[in-house]
């Protein structure tokens, strides 16, 4: 947002007159068409505030921040009971990262409504950016009575730092990432571990909470405001955003009429494909694949999302099929591969899965961890002990909470008779204390190697056993 529309969102509640206007000399026809036609009908009924309304938010979600703030204004005014328009004028204050200005607005919202849990947990939120703690906790508290558990709890969790009060903050936040597994929440418990002086624990939760998923919440009324979005690409980013926080019901909602208005861009059908899948709508999903498949044929995100679909299907054929497609069309990926190396390694083809998972390493996978743990238990599996054991200290050093690679980490040490660097690996599993029965079976296999060392006298009398 620009300084000047910030300095206007300070400005006072105008009384209510016309409608303001916004430039619109470079912009698209559909966005001019759009704000005429809203503008319009602002104009032809001047006391009507859900005009001045829609209007308002065409402004706000097409970047005309200053105007959508007025406008705003101007609806509450005309309508003083609708809880909508100060609700969503002080979200939009809030945007601009004036909190102090942004809370009186939203108190009078809640005064309308105080049960709408969104506004609650905003009012706690910017009360924590302002420092104002106690506050804070009273609003999060207020929407834990409403229902929103982790969010609330997060948001007390954050105040409860903010005061210090760091044994408090430990006994909300243990539960809450039982509970979520969320990475903010992890990342609340490694600074609460830091002040308390832990930090081993520390290390473990800011590697649990290295994800960059924000701590969001539903929001049914903001979610009205798409609708007025002019442009393709601003509701197509609209749409992944919402996929990315897995609201595939309203990622739906947005691409649909886009698509019945036939429109033919790849990503349409894509996202469109992905939400349909991920809603657990198989059929329709497909059929959309297939209508953008035949408008862009070589595009290999179509092929992607064919894998994804017949491997939640159990349909391991088909989708090794449309991987292979995918990687020939576009080799510098790395999602195909992840998947390839997985159904390579259920069918015990180890060789070809270990060189899917170096392939999906070349291009830059994000969760490298992972694709080292995989190829430490393909190296195991045909009892390539140093190979594997490279592997899974990758894994680890990359994330110092990964159980499964130290208990592995643990085991193939032992094979090649390093029992004292074993037991540390397997301690520092025992640590994180999340796999008991795997972490257990790996300390018997130490015990038993170590015994059959110390009764024979030498190594070769040990016996080897495959890591998985």
């Given at each position: 947002?620009?300084?000047?529309?910030?300095?206007?969102?300070?400005?006072?509640?105008?009384?209510?007159?016309?409608?303001?206007?916004?430039?619109?000399?470079?912009?698209?026809?559909?966005?001019?068409?759009?704000?005429?036609?809203?503008?319009?009908?602002?104009?032809?009924?001047?006391?009507?505030?859900?005009?001045?309304?829609?209007?308002?938010?065409?402004?706000?979600?097409?970047?005309?921040?200053?105007?959508?703030?007025?406008?705003?204004?101007?609806?509450?005014?005309?309508?003083?009971?609708?809880?909508?328009?100060?609700?969503?004028?002080?979200?939009?204050?809030?945007?601009?990262?004036?909190?102090?200005?942004?809370?009186?607005?939203?108190?009078?919202?809640?005064?309308?409504?105080?049960?709408?849990?969104?506004?609650?947990?905003?009012?706690?939120?910017?009360?924590?950016?302002?420092?104002?703690?106690?506050?804070?906790?009273?609003?999060?508290?207020?929407?834990?009575?409403?229902?929103?558990?982790?969010?609330?709890?997060?948001?007390?969790?954050?105040?409860?730092?903010?005061?210090?009060?760091?044994?408090?903050?430990?006994d909300l936040l243990l539960p809450l990432v039982d509970s979520t597994k969320h990475p903010q929440a992890y990342r609340l418990l490694g600074r609460t571990y830091q002040a308390l002086t832990r930090p081993d624990d520390a290390r473990i939760a800011m590697a649990r909470g290295k994800g960059t998923l924000p701590m969001t919440w539903r929001d049914p009324l903001q979610h009205q405001k798409w609708r007025y979005?002019?442009?393709?690409?601003?509701?197509?980013?609209?749409?992944?955003?919402?996929?990315?926080?897995?609201?595939?019901?309203?990622?739906?909602?947005?691409?649909?009429?886009?698509?019945?208005?036939?429109?033919?861009?790849?990503?349409?059908?894509?996202?469109?494909?992905?939400?349909?899948?991920?809603?657990?709508?198989?059929?329709?999903?497909?059929?959309?694949?297939?209508?953008?498949?035949?408008?862009?044929?070589?595009?290999?995100?179509?092929?992607?999302?064919?894998?994804?679909?017949?491997?939640?299907?159990?349909?391991?054929?088909?989708?090794?099929?449309?991987?292979?497609?995918?990687?020939?069309?576009?080799?510098?990926?790395?999602?195909?591969?992840?998947?390839?190396?997985?159904?390579?390694?259920?069918?015990?083809?180890?060789?070809?899965?270990?060189?899917?998972?170096?392939?999906?390493?070349?291009?830059?996978?994000?969760?490298?961890?992972?694709?080292?743990?995989?190829?430490?238990?393909?190296?195991?599996?045909?009892?390539?002990?140093?190979?594997?054991?490279?592997?899974?200290?990758?894994?680890?050093?990359?994330?110092?909470?990964?159980?499964?690679?130290?208990?592995?980490?643990?085991?193939?040490?032992?094979?090649?008779?390093?029992?004292?660097?074993?037991?540390?690996?397997?301690?520092?599993?025992?640590?994180?204390?999340?796999?008991?029965?795997?972490?257990?079976?790996?300390?018997?296999?130490?015990?038993?190697?170590?015994?059959?060392?110390?009764?024979?006298?030498?190594?070769?009398?040990?016996?080897?056993?495959?890591?998985?």
């Amino acid at each position: 947002m620009s300084s000047a529309g910030a300095l206007l969102l300070l400005a006072c509640t105008p009384e209510v007159g016309v409608a303001p206007t916004v430039p619109l000399d470079t912009a698209s026809p559909e966005l001019v068409n759009l704000i005429e036609d809203l503008a319009e009908s602002a104009r032809s009924l001047p006391d009507s505030a859900d005009m001045r309304g829609r209007l308002a938010m065409a402004y706000e979600v097409n970047d005309f921040y200053a105007e959508a703030a007025e406008t705003y204004a101007q609806a509450q005014l005309l309508a003083p009971d609708d809880f909508r328009w100060p609700y969503f004028r002080a979200v939009l204050v809030a945007e601009s990262g004036d909190f102090e200005s942004a809370l009186p607005i939203l108190d009078t919202a809640l005064g309308l409504d105080a049960e709408y849990v969104p506004a609650w947990l905003y009012r706690g939120t910017w009360l924590n950016a302002l420092g104002r703690y106690a506050e804070a906790r009273d609003a999060f508290g207020h929407a834990r009575d409403l229902g929103a558990t982790s969010n609330a709890d997060a948001g007390i969790a954050r105040a409860l730092i903010g005061e210090r009060r760091f044994d408090e903050a430990l006994d909300l936040l243990l539960p809450l990432v039982d509970s979520t597994k969320h990475p903010q929440a992890y990342r609340l418990l490694g600074r609460t571990y830091q002040a308390l002086t832990r930090p081993d624990d520390a290390r473990i939760a800011m590697a649990r909470g290295k994800g960059t998923l924000p701590m969001t919440w539903r929001d049914p009324l903001q979610h009205q405001k798409w609708r007025y979005e002019a442009s393709l690409g601003r509701r197509l980013i609209h749409a992944e955003r919402l996929l990315d926080a897995e609201r595939y019901g309203e990622a739906v909602d947005v691409l649909a009429p886009i698509r019945a208005q036939g429109v033919k861009e790849d990503a349409v059908f894509i996202n469109l494909a992905l939400a349909y899948a991920r809603s657990g709508d198989i059929e329709t999903a497909l059929r959309v694949a297939r209508e953008g498949l035949a408008v862009s044929p070589d595009n290999f995100r179509f092929q992607n999302v064919f894998a994804g679909v017949y491997q939640s299907e159990g349909d391991d054929s088909r989708a090794m099929e449309h991987l292979r497609r995918s990687v020939e069309l576009h080799p510098a990926q790395v999602w195909p591969y992840e998947r390839m190396a997985q159904l390579l390694m259920d069918a015990e083809k180890y060789e070809e899965a270990l060189a899917a998972v170096d392939e999906a390493l070349r291009y830059g996978a994000e969760d490298q961890e992972r694709l080292y743990y995989t190829a430490g238990l393909l190296e195991g599996v045909r009892e390539r002990w140093p190979e594997a054991i490279d592997r899974f200290e990758q894994a680890t050093a990359l994330d110092a909470s990964y159980t499964m690679a130290y208990i592995y980490l643990g085991r193939c040490l032992a094979e090649v008779g390093r029992f004292g660097e074993a037991r540390e690996a397997l301690a520092w599993a025992k640590r994180l204390d999340t796999h008991p029965d795997e972490l257990a079976s790996a300390e018997r296999r130490l015990t038993d190697l170590r015994s059959a060392l110390v009764g024979d006298g030498s190594e070769a009398s040990v016996a080897p056993e495959g890591v998985p």
